[in-house]
């Protein structure tokens, strides 16, 4: 089982509607979690951070913590063309000090 | 700018040359990562660094790459005798380390070996 796990997509949606982006993990001692945007060509860029079950919201973007369940996901609310990205899912454990990555979700939001 | 800053941002290496990448990390952070990431392929971690100390390089090869963050100047990460599977986008990253694990990409460096 690999130790963060999104699916690859690639997410459809229509603009104005909502994105949901999940994530799995597998070490129960996390502690962290990160989401990042990636634009082709680019580099990741943070969204949000959360660190604690339950919501946390920041302008359109939504993160969700269930530390029980293992998963962590991205809610992006009003999708734009413009949030066409790949989303990437770190986690951080602790005891290796550094973060854990999945491979990200492609998200394409159709005008 | 006090963001992560990379250089070259593209560099092109002829087979068995070297190649050097640089990351200032951004202001008050001390601690340095570098990441690797094929085309339509997910970010590899290669190596974790503080100043004068290298925390963490499992991810690194184990021949012909190095990394450094020397107590003044940049952290650099280095490929020696390039090949082509060296080519790739080198992602540098910083935190402040103490406290948070919250990490920021500088804009990476693109290497083409022909």
């Known amino acids: 089982q690999k130790e963060v796990e999104q699916n690859s997509g690639p997410l459809s949606v229509p603009e104005g509607a909502i994105a949901s982006l999940n994530c799995t993990y597998s070490?129960?001692?996390?502690?962290?979690f990160f989401w990042y945007r990636q634009y082709s060509g680019k580099s990741p860029e943070l969204i949000m951070s959360?660190?604690s079950n339950g919501d946390k919201e920041d302008g359109r973007f939504t993160a969700q913590l269930n530390k029980a369940s293992q998963y962590v996901s991205l809610l992006i609310r009003d999708s734009q063309p413009s949030d066409s990205a790949t989303y990437l899912c770190?986690?951080?454990?602790?005891?290796?000090?550094?973060?854990?990555w999945g491979l990200g979700t492609s998200l394409a939001v159709n005008p | 700018n006090a963001g992560v800053m990379q250089n070259p941002r593209h560099l092109v290496r002829r087979r068995g040359q070297e190649a050097r990448l640089r990351c200032s990390p951004m202001?008050?952070?001390?601690?340095v990562y570098w990441y690797r990431q094929l085309p339509e392929e997910g970010l590899k971690f290669m190596v974790y660094?503080?100043?004068?100390?290298?925390?963490?390089e499992s991810g690194m090869p184990k021949e012909r790459f190095s990394a450094e963050f020397p107590k003044e100047g940049p952290s650099i990460l280095r490929i020696q005798q390039v090949v082509r599977g060296d080519s790739a986008a080198y992602f540098c990253?910083?935190?402040?380390?103490?406290?948070?694990?919250?990490?920021?990409f500088g804009e990476g460096s693109w290497l083409t070996v022909v």
């Open positions: 990253a910083s935190s402040p380390g103490q406290g948070t694990n919250t990490i920021y």
């Open positions: 202001k008050g952070h001390s601690h």
């Open positions: 660094l503080q100043k004068e100390n290298i925390i963490d």
């Open positions: 070490d129960r001692v996390s502690q962290s």
């Open positions: 959360i660190y």
């Open positions: 770190a986690v951080y454990a602790g005891n290796n000090r550094k973060l854990i």
